[in-house]
């Protein structure tokens, strides 16, 4: 008869003395159970999960104490508010969500405890054994997509020339005031490809260019330039200016939630945009509008000091989940075949990490010399491991720039992962990121927060 393997991660407070008590009754419990002693639930990152499922366990539980009663005051929470978001992540990517388990026992409920598990054990021996963990010889490698769409071709902008203008003119008052000391917009390359460009100077004004192939998000800079002063580093209370499209603008109301920078240490030349066109390299084609613009309804900055040109009218919009619900619709089976096929192909060359104005961590754990992570191999679970970590560290943070998707040279659909835990949080908390200045709900402890 098949027995699963269970990794259940206990709160030494209240679940671990729960499924001690459960003993001293003689209470059944499953035998295949493997308990994980934790200070708190709240301490079972999403990692060790994934790293449990990559090592052959069939199903795991996190039992924390109940809501009100934590040791550590917010810390199951947290719990409460994160194990939906990567219940629904991993789902997405294949996994049968019953597979994945959270509830509340206390350290009196041994009986409680024996039910729980005991449930969750027959639920997952009903599944039969999990295909999380694969051999590279299983995935297929090969290339198909799941969010095709028909292309809206890009309107000729006879306002460009307009807007180039105006950056330059505002750029050249500002560093001739000394208000910034610098300003960071969008120039033509040697090969006449628009590329970021850091003007330090008015004589360099003129290399600022606005154009419908100002695809990069240059909020990814302001981190490298910015820094909230302190009394022994007092010269980073520096200004710099920064030209944004309205999703780019987003990015900055959700680093200075994180306490990133000041509001007052950057100056916001906010641009309008009708949307930016795919341009050449990598398969892509011109004369069309990214993926992101063919969905996008914003054409205002949610927030600027100077406003360049006037608000467009909002032509065609196609829906946004196009491939999520054509993922949705599958089987967990051939979701995960599909999403193997899509990592297999993956060459860890960082370049989404790169790419993204969000992942500014001094030392991303996924390259750190420390045995209790995953991610140093190149092995196709590493590479979903570090994709869906990824992927759940954006959560309730990433603000949909696609840039991660637009510079992945194997053209890995990984907007896919982000539009989905984002339609999750605002369905499960109210909150889109970015169009204010408030932190990730999944980041917060607030009681009444708490969905589950």
Same mark, same amino acid.
């Given at each position: 008869?098949?027995e699963?393997?269970?990794i ?8 671990y003395?729960?499924?001690?008590l459960a003993?001293?009754?003689?209470y059944?419990?499953?035998?295949n159970l ?5 200070p708190c639930s709240g301490r ?7 790293r449990a499922f ?5 199903? /795991?539980?996190?039992l924390? &104490?109940?809501?009100g009663e ?8 947290r719990t409460a ?5 990567l219940?629904?992540?991993m789902?997405?990517?294949g996994?049968e969500?019953?597979r ?5 026992v206390s350290?009196s409920?041994?009986?409680r ?7 969750? /054990?027959? !639920?997952?021996?009903?599944?039969g054994p999990v295909k999380?963990?694969v051999?590279?010889l299983?995935a297929?490698?090969?290339k ?8 809206i ?5 006879p306002?460009d020339?307009?807007r180039?203008?105006?950056i330059?003119n505002?750029?050249r008052?500002?560093?001739s ?6 300003v960071?917009?969008y ?6 490809r628009?590329?970021?460009?850091f ?7 003129e290399?600022?260019?606005?154009n419908q192939? =100002? ?9 490298q330039?910015?820094a909230?002063?302190t009394? *022994? ?7 710099v !200016? ?14 200075m939630?994180?306490?990133?920078f000041?509001?007052e240490?950057?100056?916001i030349i ?5 949307g930016?066109q795919e341009? !050449?390299?990598?398969?892509r084609?011109e ?14 900055p949610v ?6 040109g ?10 946004t ?5 054509r ?6 089976s051939?979701?995960m075949d599909f999403?193997?096929s899509q990592f297999?192909r &993956? ?10 104005p969000?992942?500014? =961590?001094?030392? &991303? ?6 045995s209790?992570w995953?991610?140093?191999?190149i ?11 990824? !992927?759940?560290?954006?959560?309730g943070? =990433?603000i949909?720039?696609?840039e991660?998707?637009r510079v =992945?040279?194997?053209d890995i659909?990984?907007?896919l ?5 984002? *339609? ?13 200045i ?6 917060t402890?607030?009681v009444e927060?708490?969905?589950r």
């Amino acid at each position: 008869m098949y027995e699963p393997k269970i990794i259940a991660f206990l709160c030494t407070w209240c679940s671990y003395t729960g499924a001690d008590l459960a003993g001293t009754a003689r209470y059944k419990s499953p035998h295949n159970l493997r308990a994980i002693r934790v200070p708190c639930s709240g301490r079972v990152s999403p990692e060790l999960i994934m790293r449990a499922f990559d090592q052959g366990a069939d199903g /795991v539980i996190v039992l924390g &104490c109940h809501i009100g009663e934590c040791h550590y005051d917010s810390g199951n929470h947290r719990t409460a508010k994160r194990m939906p978001i990567l219940e629904k992540l991993m789902e997405f990517a294949g996994l049968e969500s019953q597979r994945l388990k959270l509830d509340w026992v206390s350290a009196s409920e041994g009986e409680r405890f024996s039910r729980i598990v005991n449930e969750f /054990v027959e !639920a997952v021996r009903a599944l039969g054994p999990v295909k999380w963990r694969v051999n590279q010889l299983q995935a297929s490698g090969k290339k198909y997509w799941i969010d095709q769409r028909n292309h809206i071709t890009v309107r000729d902008d006879p306002h460009d020339a307009v807007r180039t203008e105006l950056i330059r003119n505002h750029a050249r008052e500002l560093l001739s005031s000394g208000e910034v000391s610098c300003v960071i917009g969008y120039e033509l390359g040697s090969r006449g490809r628009t590329r970021p460009v850091f003007v330090h100077s008015e004589e360099d004004v003129e290399r600022l260019v606005w154009n419908q192939f =100002c695809t990069h998000n240059l909020t990814t800079y302001l981190h490298q330039n910015l820094a909230i002063p302190t009394e *022994q580093n007092i010269e980073s209370k520096k200004k710099v !200016a920064v030209v944004v499209k309205p999703c780019d603008s987003r990015t900055i109301n959700v680093l200075m939630s994180e306490n990133r920078f000041e509001r007052e240490q950057v100056y916001i030349i906010g641009v309008t945009c009708e949307g930016i066109q795919e341009g !050449a390299g990598f398969g892509r084609r011109e004369g069309v509008y990214q993926k992101r613009c063919e969905s996008c309804k914003d054409r205002l900055p949610v927030l600027y000091d100077t406003l360049i040109g006037d608000e467009p009218i909002l032509q065609e919009v196609q829906p946004t989940d196009i491939g999520i619900k054509r993922l949705d619709a599958m089987s967990p089976s051939q979701r995960m075949d599909f999403w193997l096929s899509q990592f297999d192909r &993956c060459i860890r060359c960082y370049a989404c990490r790169q790419a993204c104005p969000i992942c500014d =961590c001094p030392t &991303c754990m996924y390259e750190r010399d420390d045995s209790l992570w995953v991610g140093m191999n190149i092995e196709i679970n590493e590479k979903r491991t570090f994709h869906l970590g990824r !992927a759940y560290h954006l959560a309730g943070r =990433c603000i949909g720039c696609n840039e991660c998707e637009r510079v =992945c040279p194997m053209d890995i659909p990984i907007s896919l992962l982000n539009l989905k835990l984002a *339609q999750e949080v605002q369905s499960s908390f109210g909150y889109q990121a970015g169009f204010d200045i408030s932190p990730s709900p999944i980041t917060t402890s607030l009681v009444e927060e708490v969905t589950r």
